[in-house]
């Protein structure tokens, strides 16, 4: 499975936009790049997805470089209950691809 | 629109002892995950369905653990017989297909705990 790395934590203030970084410099060119967050005591919850192209969505927005070797997601305004495990994932075609492969990802913490 | 729904939502059990946990996936998914998560990490994949099919359970320790998904719809996990290391969550998802850019919806968990 092709791998991503994350930062483990990253904080920021209320009502501030936030930038989660994820490198993936083996991605390849069917790969999918998928990001899921998980609120305290839940499962798992989906993001975002994109190719090559910017993603924008009612949560929040994805930036992939033009390489594709890396990616951001962008919470334009952070709110307390944006607090969660963030989870940048690569998702690739045929197979055991197929699978969703998680990390460890990256803890968000909200200050009021 | 019901989500995944997952029972029971915590089992405490004694080691050695049988547990199963079960698994209503979103109606119309074909595609049904079996993870497994340990405290402070990311959750791990046992075994992935496609209708009835077991397309994908290499990482499933066939040796205490058993899935079967029967008519393509509703799962369970069972665990037998138990052991201290196996405290974890368990979580069940769901999505339409195995696509790449098909989403999967995932249920609460069900928190085991091993004593």
């Known amino acids: 499975d092709a791998k991503t790395t994350q930062p483990n934590s990253m904080e920021s203030n209320e009502e501030e936009p936030v930038h989660l970084p994820c490198n993936h410099s083996?991605?390849?060119?069917?790969?999918?790049i998928h990001w899921y967050r998980q609120l305290p005591s839940q499962g798992p919850e989906y993001v975002i997805h994109g190719l090559t192209s910017n993603v924008n969505n009612r949560m929040a927005s994805l930036a992939i470089a033009e390489d594709r070797k890396s990616s951001t997601l962008i919470l334009h305004r952070a709110t307390l209950r944006d607090a969660a495990v963030y989870y940048c994932i690569l998702r690739g075609s045929g197979g055991s691809n197929y699978k969703l492969t998680f990390g460890k990802g990256t803890l968000l913490t909200v200050n009021p | 629109e019901a989500g995944v729904v997952q029972s029971p939502r915590y089992k405490i059990i004694e080691k050695k002892q049988p547990v199963a946990f079960w698994c209503n996936p979103i109606?119309?998914?074909?595609?049904l995950y079996w993870y497994l998560q340990n405290l402070g990490q990311g959750p791990e994949l046992l075994i992935r369905?496609?209708?009835?099919?077991?397309?994908?359970d290499s990482q499933l320790p066939k040796d205490r653990f058993s899935a079967e998904r029967l008519k393509g719809v509703d799962s369970t996990l069972k665990i037998q017989p138990a052991e201290l290391g196996d405290s974890a969550v368990y979580l069940c998802a769901s999505s339409l297909g195995p696509r790449d850019r098909t989403e999967a919806f995932f249920g609460q968990g069900t928190r085991l705990t091993v004593v």
């Open positions: 083996t991605i390849s060119g069917t790969d999918y």
């Open positions: 369905y496609e209708n009835e099919e077991a397309v994908d």
């Open positions: 109606s119309g998914h074909n595609t």
